[in-house]
């Protein structure tokens, strides 16, 4: 289900919009730290997906651009698919390095539940939000009905249309 939210004044619209722009700017916190502390270049990241149950995008493992440089003791390639480092946590600086990695911030998808007022159990997919032509855009489960009036239920149709 897709929901927006126009009313700028109500402290719904306020908290989420707020919300969302501290997942934006984390984001790009992110992608600082890596790029200070990862010390070989990578093409792409392996790891969690924007709006999905961590919010923002976080890495936990790379395809580097020189895996011959890599060092084995920090670094380990993957079984499964070729070319894919993560932190070898064996060796105390892959440990180390683990570590490090996991100080990347995130948030969860409950938070944004709860900020929403909506109870959870079970299965579900997690929300997405997002905020495009100054409103609050929401895709949630089908069994999450938000409570709040300022939350208007829309058609994927009208959703598509903020993002053209």
């Not at 306020?14 to 984001?27: A, P």
């Not at 990347?104 to 997002?130: A, N, T, V």
């Not at 609050?136 to 053209?164: A, G, M």
Request: aromatic fraction near 14%; glycine fraction near 6%.
């Amino acid at each position: 289900m897709f929901y927006k939210i126009t009313n700028t004044q109500c402290d719904i619209y306020r908290k989420l919009k707020s919300q969302r722009k501290e997942e934006l700017k984390v984001t790009e916190e992110n992608k600082e730290f890596l790029k200070k502390n990862i010390p070989y270049k990578y093409k792409r990241y392996y790891g969690y997906a924007a709006q999905w149950a961590r919010r923002i995008p976080i890495a936990i493992g790379f395809y580097f651009l020189h895996p011959k440089e890599v060092d084995t003791k920090v670094w380990r390639e993957d079984t499964k698919r070729a070319g894919l480092y993560f932190p070898n946590k064996r060796t105390k600086k892959g440990r180390d390095m683990q570590e490090l990695i996991e100080r990347q911030r995130g948030f969860s998808g409950f938070k944004l539940l709860d900020m929403l007022g909506i109870d959870y159990h079970g299965e579900f997919y997690c929300p997405q939000m997002w905020v495009e032509k100054g409103i609050v855009l929401l895709s949630l489960d089908d069994n999450h009905q938000p409570k709040d009036e300022n939350i208007i239920e829309i058609t994927r149709k009208e959703l598509e249309s903020y993002f053209n």
